[in-house]
């Protein structure tokens, strides 16, 4: 259907978003495959393109004989409109065929905030927004990402949700399509939900009752037929480096946010911060080898161009084998005019050598740590330890280094948090610059503040937390601008920038919400909402008149979901979804946080039986392999290079 | 501290290539800046030994010339590369065109031998498909827009509406009947003098509708042809790597 959304394209922005094309795209033959997936990441091309889920997902599959994936991304107003108007379906990038005519519509969720999106899809699909709904020949929808680890405010939309690491799942799912398709499709539609329920790996919210009390808690959540578990557990890919994906990375046409290639080099983290919902739901930790990290590196150069790769994880700097990784791929890649960058969010000098060895011949511009918390005993409620002392050395040594802006990272809004714990980060940008200035005898070095609402997430300790209001959490950041701005001697040298606290409350609602809410987004989105994530879309006041009119008939309002603290006997809407967290070690952890009590990282130090390794049969995999070397990298044999006769 | 920026050239220049590459099919919607980022990771896919510029971040060596607006096609736009090594132009070709997606294509490369290349492309050659517009019509349109001397259209730029003449700048226009299961389809063949301000094939279209209300229901479908030094009747162009071959 390229004819019909050609005639519209002369019409609207950035055209090239939506006409596929890419370098390392693949497009199969639709008659072949007995299984078809369109993967959908619900944002703009521009941020869903370089997104390493879906593209790992896309090769997975179209890897397979029996199956095939294609693309699809949140298609702008301007387009909408006009798709509207023309009778143009939602569309895949790849070969532009309809959304509504493949077998699955898989969507990864990063934030709660796509949700609204995917009823844009979903529509301009032809497909019915609930899921009840839907007949045979539909597709199914299944949601995962990090927001599937609470899919219940989208229950009502989807007909799966799958928890955890995507790459085995994906295989599982499509495995159980095929036999059924095989099979004649015993039972139809809901044969084959039942199918991928009775696994205990895929969730069906439709299997699932949940029944409240009169105040509005709920009650109890259950499986509605004696066949299906009553919890359904996350997936965990044990072995990455037998999963080195994407092994043909995706080259946009069009500008996106990420010009890099990314290599993931570890999953998960134990460092046990509590209010990281990532570094939580992804555990254990499971390192990549150096020699799978080389070779990732070396194949994707050689297959993008790319001028830089980002050595991704949640903490890299805590690779147990970071420090040769590094050497080695600075002298591998010197004078090659590619440059190599590791996200830094840990807060000690070994990071800032490491971003010294990666950036031995480029330029020193900017280093990002993230202290998270304004006070010493903020940063122990959290569970990020790192003191005062420690962080001013630490960027001081970045100055010296050669770095001469420092951004540091900070939360507004955490448990049991006053105004001094965030005024205190006046404070510490003060003492930072004024060091800096010391160490470097130059007043050019300068510090950005950058800070945000604190959204409490499921699967949290802070889960049970009451979230800040949004009018303190406005009134705090007031304050913290304003003593900032007090600062003759050093204020000028400190940037600060901050995030208002309307859009942190409805990621509030969406985050810990339960079916009750998903009411509440099918009205917004009728009334307009779309690309949440952008503030130019965003709107407050249209989120918040949704909300009072869809739960009218119910105990519960925004400020029930948000800004009620929860008591331990309390079921959650997420109870039932295993992600191999115990819910007895979250609360002593919650507990711990409240008295300031902080704990280690269990990489080193011993278990504090947070559940995973044992509810789940997995183990922290971390190196040392005793390997140092990089594998030799990829030798050309057709260079267009003249040679002398 | 501060550390001194190179003050040379990383790889210093050896050879000079150019190159003209066609932009087809559904990538004509790729802007020219899309390009610039295509071509510089396709040149590290077939690695070329492309020359680097000095500083701390340093640039390959491309110039790009006159490149064509975003969704229109083109047989005939024009990139010149720097190496740092001695190359093969028919090597470098073909390992530029596999290396590019399909609908971005390689078709010629030489080594530049000559000066003053961006000079001699002095004009353009467009083809315009009117999908929906009769031939009779576009003929009517096309007769009534060569008696006039100025059709002053209005586009908009990054400093607002500008006015300007869209006549003068056009050296030739006729009209062809589309082919084949397509009658009602005019083609439209037009050669443009470049200069300031530069006369777009919307433009004309624009002059089209100004002096016979000529509104295509679809929209035209647009490939520039060719470009380069202006043949001395005026009515087409001649190939501007010519020189660079014979030299």
Redesign the interface.
Known sequence: M?DEL??L???IG???Q??????NSVIKDWDGALVRWALMYPDAYEVGAPNQGVQILYEVINERADALAERTYAVWPDLEALMREHGVPQFTVDAHRAVGDFDLLGLSFSTELGYTNMLTALDLAGIPLLAADRVDGHPLVVAGGHAAFNPETIADFIDAAVLGDGEEAVNLITDIVRDWKLAGRPDGRAGLLLELAKTGSVYVPSLYDVDYLPDGRIRRVAPNRADVPSRVRKHTLMDLDAWPYPKNPL?P???TVH?RMSVEIFRGCTRGCRFCQAGMITRPVRERSITGIAEMVDNG???????EVGLLSLSSADHSEIADIARNLADRYE?S?TSLSLPSTRVDAFNVDLANELSRN???SGLTFAPEGGSERMRRVINKLVSEEDLIRTVTTAY?G?WRQVKLYFMCGLPTETDDDVLQIATLAREVIKAGREV?GRRDIRCTVSIGGFVPKPHTPFQWAAQLDHETTDARLFKLRDAIRADRQYGKAIGLRYHDGKPGIVEGLLSRGDRRVGSVILQAWRDGARFDGWSEHFSYDRWMAAAEAALADHPVDVDWYTTRERERAEVLPWDHLDSGLDSEWLWEDWQDAITEVAVEDCRWTPCFDCGVCDQLGTEIQVGPTGVVDLPAPTV?A?????TAP | MARPAPDRDVAPTVQRLRLRYAKRGRLRFSSHRDFQRAFERALRRADVPMAYSAGFNPHPKVSYANAAPTGVASEAEYVEIGVAARCDPGKIRAALDEALPPGLDVVDVVEARTPDFAQRLEASVWQVELPGVPLDEARGAVGRFLVEEEILVERLTKNGIRSFDARAAVISLDCAPGDGPNPDCAILRVVVRHGTPSVRPDDVISALRRVADLVPPKPPRVTRLAQGPLDEAGTSVADPLAPDRAG
């Open positions: 390229f050609e005639q394209l002369p019409f950035k055209p090239i939506y006409v596929g094309g890419e370098v080259v046409l069009a500008e010009e150069l050689c297959k993008t161009g790319y001028e004078g005019q480029g330029r020193r010296a050669g470097t050309r057709d260079s267009p290079v003249l």
